[in-house]
């Protein structure tokens, strides 16, 4: 009876290995971007083999809620499966990382101005600057010793009571601006929610649309951020599907039209409260509006009494070389939406301007955060604003943006088949590949190689990688940057694309579910030969 226990359990024990094994490499390799057959380059190399079996345990994990590291050993092998979880920074742990992000193969574990470290020691470039959240270069040591004294101080007290902190921080963030009153959240989206609630509330109380009919226009291609409110303004099918239904009160314009905004106004504008712009598209892949848009926009908002709403999330604080996108061409908007750097690379700190008649629209109880305006927030805010001034990091910005544009248009003209374009303003720039040169290899595949050379960027959309480094980065690192883009394109492009050979086409985007737009039309002529 014991032997027959002892036989049945093995054998169920193997059904069920097998049955695992089996959904195991049905998952989908999260590295291989969305060319299902670039698994086979990828597990070319062993880190990445590791990584990519240690990433099949964790969504198969996550499945079945059981042990990552003892589920990787299905695919290959106990030790493998180690150095996976290690180069992915999870190492003996059962993991619970959500996979709602398709990060570069690298672990961060020291970081220190423009430079990161992964846990082996090597050490490499940041071209991504957490989205911009780091303007200031990692750890800065006045931001962190500001941090330090005010966490041995006090951190929160919320705001059912007063901190000696926020006022300083409000007088400080508001004076900067040129706002008279801020309005502080956490994160880059609350803030923007924040901005919607009060621009409606505005729309009712100030501009008389009747209640429950204010209308927000947004642009096609923006990105405000992963929140309901913010989703619900946004054109980008990943973003979206599967989320609705959205906001109802909200239209969409295509983005630097002014004559498209003008007619959406005339149709709409008695209804319409605000109109969310970001003054460069950052998420989209770094897209400039023409010359006069934003000039367009404040007259435009001026002459229908609509809310001219600045997201300023990722351009501001110095990003494209001044405090504000919007000012260089010495626009005002009604509302700002500040986050990322405002927190200096530390913490989450976000904050809505805006003048008094906007403002106290909103009344005691009506909207609020626990942590907003928390006194660490706010002592770590200023610090991290008086970085970027004191050490005039916009001026810095629209020196090195230059230079940066300069070097990788050289590079450019040496591979105009595959480079479409370089842009940008400041440090916010992006390369644009050309999809049909790059045949079945995708940005993703280039960023890979990057990392190789100690250069960390991240792609936005299939053909685009965006270029933001801190804002402290100096001319030689710059030049690295440069350096190893040309090198991938001589050396390991010819590489990958050998290596990808009779690679599945890769999908066109579909059209936008919301404006029913083609974004990113040039994607779609891709067509990859087996
Ligand atoms: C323009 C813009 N708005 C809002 C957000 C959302 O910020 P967070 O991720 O802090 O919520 C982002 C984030 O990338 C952004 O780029």
Known sequence: MHVQEKNCKSFKDKREDKAKATLISKIPDPAASRFSLATPFVENNLAEMAFSAAHKALVL???????ADALASYTLGKKTCELGAHTLGLSGGTALLSFCY?????????????????????KYLDFLSAYSAVNQGHCHPRILSVLVQQCQQMTLSSRAFYNDKFPIFAKHVTKLFGYEMVLPMNTGAEAVETALKLARKWGYERKGIPTNEGVIISCCGCFHGRT?????????????????????????????????????????????AGFLFEPIQGEAGVILPPKGYLQSVRELCSKYNVLMIADEVQTGIARTGKLLACEWEGVRP??????????????????????KDVMLCIRPGEHGSTFGGNP??????????????????????????????????????????????????????????????????????????????GILAKPTHDTIIRFSPPLTIRLEELSEAAKAFKEVLEHDLPKIRQQLQGALTQQPPDACDRCGQHKYEDQEEQVVSS
């Open 61 to 67: 994990a996550m499945i079945l809620q059981v042990n």
């Open 334 to 355: 009604d509302v700002v939406i500040l986050g990322k750097a405002l927190g200096g690379g530390v913490l989450p700190v976000s904050a809505v301007l805006a003048d």
């Open 376 to 453: 660490l927030a706010s002592a770590v805010a200023i610090a991290a604003l008086e970085v970027v001034v004191e050490e005039k990091l916009a001026e810095r910005a629209v020196e090195m943006g230059q230079v940066f544009r300069n070097q990788f248009l050289d590079v450019q003209n040496a591979y105009p088949d595959i480079i479409r374009e370089v842009r940008g303003q400041g440090l916010l720039n992006a390369v644009e590949l050309n999809a049909k040169g790059l045949s079945s290899v995708s940005a993703f595949d280039i960023c890979q190689q990057l990392k190789e050379r």
């Open 102 to 122: 398709h990060p570069i193969p690298i672990v961060f574990s020291k970081a220190k101005d423009v430079h990161v470290w992964d846990p082996e020691g090597r």
């Open 228 to 272: 309901l409110g913010a989703i619900s303004m946004s054109c980008d099918n990943e973003a979206t599907r599967g989320f609705g239904p959205f906001l109802p009160g909200q239209l969409k314009v295509e983005f630097g039209n002014a004559d498209a905004l003008k007619t959406i106004f005339e149709v709409h504008g008695n209804k319409v």
